[in-house]
């Protein structure tokens, strides 16, 4: 559930942060985007941040029916620090602006290293969710 919601978050902030069919002067990006229709961003989008709030209620309902751990709650915010990171990251590359390419150096710069050390963090969360899950209840 929680790698479902950060794979989920990166299209779902691609979209909302704004759709690639903006005119501009100057066709100046980082990356080119990918060919994907505009309806096809829209459901995407949609679909992904509707997706995202699922898990969230799922995991939320969980933890406090005292089923599982609160690990997994920040696990699956930490994936979706990550994933909502990229999908940022994705737009700011494929921006139609002057000087895309110092833009997205300067996010990759600053924010790469700290989008990898959330992924590290989130791959130890999940793990230690994991661990608490199989152990069982009141061992030592």
Known sequence: MALTAGLGAAPGIAWAVGDQSE??????RAIQPLKIPTLTWWLL?????????LA???VLRTV???SCS???LVALGAFATVGGGVGLGYRIATARVTGANIGYG???I???PMLLATLLFAIGALVRAWQLQRR???ST
């Open 64 to 66: 406090r029916s005292d």
């Open 70 to 72: 609160v690990v997994w």
């Open 23 to 28: 005119s501009a002067a100057a066709d100046d």
């Open 106 to 108: 300067i996010f990759m």
């Open 56 to 58: 969230f209620l799922r």
């Open 45 to 53: 989008g949609i679909g992904s941040l509707i997706a995202l709030g």
């Open 110 to 112: 600053f924010v790469g």
């Open 136 to 138: 069982p209840p009141f």
